[in-house]
């Protein structure tokens, strides 16, 4: 049981990961292509931006991992696979409500990043990058 908690836990951070990274650097080419050298001397600033982002696929990965590991194993969620289980219009509707359950939890989660005792030691790197890239 723990090695396959473990194992999706990873799972899911190297597919958070490799989504970022894919992501990021799209748009991090399309922006050399459009304005080159525009990054030219930012190199450590983005180094230590694709560490930290890493970091952080980490932080959503691992819980992720956890949570999919518990609905596959232990029906800790309600989400289904099989589209007869429920009439058709729920799929959007239920859609609907996990993004706005979601955005709600990202936003208060987020301002409460920004209180001062935990900006510094949580949340000040996010905000570090001067200009900000695409990492």
Known sequence: MTLAIILSALAMTAIVAIRYVLTSGIFAWATQRVRPGLYALLRPQIRME???????????????GIIAWGWQQR??????????????????????IYLLLHDTWFYWTHRWMHAPRLFRIAHAVHHASRPPTAW
């Open 75 to 96: 029906g800790w969620t309600q989400i289904y696979t099989n589209w007869s289980d429920y009439p058709l219009w729920y799929a959007p509707l239920s859609l609907l």
């Open 50 to 64: 694709i560490g930290w982002s890493l970091a952080s696929a980490a932080i959503y990965g691992i819980p992720a």
